[in-house]
């Protein structure tokens, strides 16, 4: 399939052809017909796109908080790698469809093939869009031009903005912004029985918005002729849809409003708020959070838990659902607010025209068109023309690598640190959607790419499969690997319960392929230094390792047991390999004891307890209640009269009889060597000694955490 994607780094615009989506549990495949190009929220995304590093830090001063406490903690190059590595991917476009759905995933049973439906924000402009079923909704059958259906997403906006102001039918509402969304909330207003007054800088208002009167917010005269249209009473509700620096919107509504009005942001504006304004009419301000409740809510959106209508009647869903049924009623009606259709394949043309607009047009709706095209179907794309890394042509012994799943810490880390050494030749991805898939092919040089994973199985050229999905689906993905005759690497970690490791230790023995965890530590050279001088010493030592790790909100993947496993599996599992490494004999006791605090959640802060074969001991403090501003790892290692402080991975001091101190300017954490490590052992240059320990390690754990 093809979809649009913009190019952080330039501004740019590209159609980038992917695998379809694959349809998973709460959701459905859906067939796009149109799609809805956001002149404020696109061409604002574009702009910034545009402007170089300079002009993007001073827009983002949040941004460049964040890169400066890295930093401050990880290093410079470590953190300004990450940084350029982030803006080289591509960003999916668009928020606001139509279409047929194609497929229907398990607990989506409100639909069927066939059905035609609106989708919101996860319906990009793609000729494909895999959306879950709390954000698709059906078009009713008296709704027969599916194009107004597009405007779905807006829709939900302009509702949500209506129901946080509070709206009465019978009311006087300003709506203060006359772009698209403004004219929908504008007629929305107008279809539930409201005076609606508009205001915009322009001198005029484009269609017909059914409103009142219309008054240009330019000059002074914009609230006195607001007075005069309420008779001196002052409007009772104001609905801000504007897009400005400026705090014009807020100064006009303190300014027509009536006593103990309410004033409803739901575009971005300044928001300097006067307090004599709101104390002496006693005024209200309200923000309205996109679509509505069920927004930025992970079990709202992707698990397609919906919240009870007794308690919250207009969600997303039902915000959608109400615009839709709007439109069907005939009390509604959009049509004429569609300026521009464009063909997909000629999008550029959409964004040239919000962006730069050559030949100064009026638009306010621009649509995608998308035709029908039986290629998008392919779940297998092969990618032609040189991509080749230079420094491949130095190692043409390489290992052929099959990856599946493109997350985060592939993108960022494993996928540019392989291309840099030149040992791997990215053979395949898999990936179930098409961003991720669209986002790594963009960087790296895969021969093809799939929405299958048994491709890769199946390719008898791929030596080593890499997994980097979502920690619950590793066990299965390992296990199928290992009996398909490949050497596999898996992301920590291997597994998240005792069940799934049994089966990938009874699939390893019987196997030939070598297996890997990435328990890159170590590898890295400071450890490597400490361990070195720990084997002279033969005496039991005392280890104390501290994780600042930072917060992650109990909504997020990572933290849900049963797709995640949790921090400690999914996390700590580093650093009791890394312990145990060092001490180089087995882990006979393991202990977890968690902290109580209820602001985190409850199993973030946890003290981890190790009793080796040796004699020595170990702590694991882990925590999620420090400042970034501290380390983010530090261990110490208590040995024979020496005591090792190593920080973070930039730093090292030595204590004892000669005090030694060594820094380096970039963070390593060993996953350099770790690849280097794992291509000799492919090659049978070196033999596997990690994953008996790194077996151990989640042995131990699983016995600790599952008792």
């Not at 914009?222 to 249209?229: F, I």
């Not at 030596?463 to 999905?469: E, F, G, N």
Request: aromatic content about 8%; glycine content about 8%.
């Amino acid at each position: 399939m093809k979809q649009l994607f913009l190019s952080v780094s330039d501004g740019t615009v590209n159609i980038v052809e992917t695998p379809a989506p694959v349809v998973k549990e709460n959701t459905v495949i859906i067939e796009t017909l149109y799609s809805v190009v956001s002149a404020g929220t696109e061409r604002s995304l574009t702009s910034f796109g545009g402007k170089n590093l300079i002009q993007k830090a001073i827009e983002r001063p949040d941004q460049v908080k964040k890169v400066t406490e890295k930093i401050s903690t990880d290093g410079i190059l470590t953190t300004m790698e990450a940084a350029f590595e982030k803006l080289k991917e591509p960003m999916p476009m668009g928020y606001s469809t139509v279409g047929k759905i194609v497929q229907v995933g398990e607990g989506a049973t409100e639909f069927q093939v066939g059905d035609m439906v609106a989708a919101v924000g996860q319906a990009y402009h793609s000729e494909v869009n895999r959306v879950s079923k709390n954000l698709t909704v059906k078009v009713p059958d008296g709704l027969t031009d599916p194009k107004q259906a597009a405007f779905a997403a807006l829709g939900g906006i302009a509702l949500e903005g209506i129901h946080q102001a509070g709206v009465i039918p019978g009311e006087t509402v300003a709506v203060i912004g006359l772009g698209l969304l403004g004219h929908i909330t504008a007629r929305i207003l107008d279809a539930y029985g409201c005076d609606v007054i508009g205001f915009d800088v322009a001198d005029k208002m484009l269609p017909d918005t059914r409103l009142k009167a219309f008054i240009s917010s330019k000059g002074d005269h914009a609230a006195n002729m607001a007075k005069s249209l309420t008779k001196g009473r002052g409007v009772d509700r104001v609905i801000i849809t504007a897009a400005t620096d400026s705090n014009a919107p807020i100064d006009l509504s303190e300014a027509i409003t009536r006593d103990r009005a309410v004033i409803c942001m739901v575009g971005v504006t300044k928001m300097e708020l006067d307090r004599r304004s709101f104390y002496q009419k006693e005024l209200s301000f309200r923000i309205a959070r996109s679509y509505g409740p069920g927004r930025y809510d992970s079990s709202y959106e992707e698990d397609g838990v919906d919240y009870p209508i007794g308690y919250v009647r207009f969600t997303e869903g039902r915000n959608v659902e109400e615009f839709l049924r709007l439109l069907a009623s005939g009390r509604l009606k959009l049509a004429d607010l569609i300026t521009h259709l464009i063909p997909f394949e000629d999008a550029r043309k959409a964004y040239d025209l919000i962006t730069k607009n050559p030949n100064h047009e009026k638009y306010l709706g621009v649509l995608l068109k998308y035709e029908e095209n039986e290629e998008k179907w392919n779940c297998v794309i092969k990618h032609t023309g040189s991509r080749t890394n230079h420094k491949t042509l130095l190692h043409k012994n390489q290992i052929h690598l099959g990856l599946i799943g493109a997350g985060l810490f592939a993108r960022t880390t494993m996928l540019p640190i392989m291309k840099e050494c030149g040992l791997y030749h990215l053979k395949g991805l898999a990936t179930t959607g098409g961003i991720a898939s669209a986002q790594a092919q963009e960087i790296f040089p895969f021969d093809y790419t799939t929405n299958d994973y048994k491709k890769l199985l199946e390719d008898k050229d791929i030596d080593l499969i890499a997994i980097s999905t979502q920690h619950n689906s590793h066990g299965k993905f390992v296990t199928e690997a290992l009996k398909a005759g490949k050497h596999v690497y898996v992301e920590k970690p291997l597994c998240i319960n005792s069940g799934e490791l049994v089966e990938i230790e009874e699939a390893y023995r019987k196997e030939d392929g070598e297996l890997f965890v990435g328990l890159n530590r170590r590898h890295a050279p400071l450890v490597e230094e400490i361990k070195r001088d720990l084997k002279t010493d033969k005496i039991p030592a005392v280890y104390n390792y501290i994780v600042n790790a930072g917060y992650i909100p109990p909504e997020h993947w990572t933290q849900d047991e049963n797709r995640g496993g949790g921090r400690i599996i999914g996390e700590a599992v580093h650093f009791i390999d890394t312990i145990q490494y060092l001490d180089g004999s087995e882990i006979i006791e393991l202990k977890v004891s968690y902290g109580q605090n209820p602001a985190y959640p409850k199993k973030d802060n946890a003290i981890i307890c190790l009793r080796f074969q040796s004699g020595a001991v170990g702590t694991i403090l882990y925590t999620s209640m420090g400042s970034k501003k501290y380390p983010k790892e530090q261990l110490r290692v208590f040995s024979n009269g020496s005591v090792y402080e190593m920080n973070n991975y930039v730093g090292l001091i030595k204590y004892g009889e000669n005090r030694k101190k060594e820094m380096r300017w970039k963070q390593d954490k060993g996953i350099h060597k770790e690849y280097e490590y794992i291509y000799q052992v492919v090659k049978g240059k070196k033999v596997n000694e990690g994953i008996g320990d790194a077996i151990k390690a989640h042995r131990m754990l699983f016995k600790e955490l599952e008792k």
